[in-house]
């Protein structure tokens, strides 16, 4: 009895690999001209999923303004989300090109740039699925502000590619 469950959720898991991996791919998979990073406002996404910003909207609101405003935020969120997650597919190209150098430790950067882009995209396609989960319900969960650490990681990373090819 306890077999179906378990099929179903292996199933479910399967699925959403697949999907992970056709948008990392496809995404990812242009190698024509990089074009540049799309802008993203880390300080307003940063407090669009500040906890402590959510509390103080939770107390200083009507429940159902409360509900009304978060949802907007969520939205907000969820379109930096989508550009983050954009730029690190642009990001995979960058350091997928890099990899290819003859000098070890450039294309050795490179492929941890491919890396970091690539667990960026994860997170930023569970964060995607976990902020729409929270806009049907915004008093249950909140989107993480992770993502913007992780995005100013790799592309300070990426950043200091063009440094390494220079020299």
Request: charged letters at 25%.
């Given at each position: 009895m306890a077999?179906?469950?378990?099929v179903a959720f292996a199933a479910v898991a399967i699925v959403f690999l697949l999907f992970l991996s056709y948008q990392v791919w496809w995404q990812s998979g242009n190698t024509e001209e990089i074009e540049t990073l799309s802008p993203v406002d880390l300080e307003a996404f940063r407090n669009l999923t500040d906890p402590q910003e959510v509390d103080f909207l939770r107390v200083n609101l009507s429940s159902k303004e409360?509900?009304?405003?978060?949802?907007?935020?969520?939205r907000a969120a969820a379109v930096y989300i989508s550009a983050i997650s954009q730029?690190?597919?642009r990001l995979v190209v960058v350091g997928r090109s890099v990899?290819?150098?003859?000098?070890?430790?450039?294309?050795?950067?490179?492929?941890?740039?491919?890396?970091?882009a690539l667990q960026l995209k994860l997170w930023c396609s569970l964060a995607l699925v976990k902020v729409n989960a929270t806009i049907v319900c915004p008093t249950l969960l909140s989107p993480?502000?992770?993502?913007?650490?992780?995005?100013?990681?790799?592309?300070s990373l990426t950043a200091s590619l063009p440094k390494k090819l220079a020299a």
């Open positions: 077999v179906i469950p378990i409360f509900r009304r405003i978060q949802r907007l935020r969520l730029n690190a597919g990899s290819a150098h003859p000098d070890t430790d450039i294309a050795a950067a490179g492929l941890d740039v491919v890396h970091r993480s502000t992770k993502i913007a650490d992780r995005y100013l990681d790799v592309t």
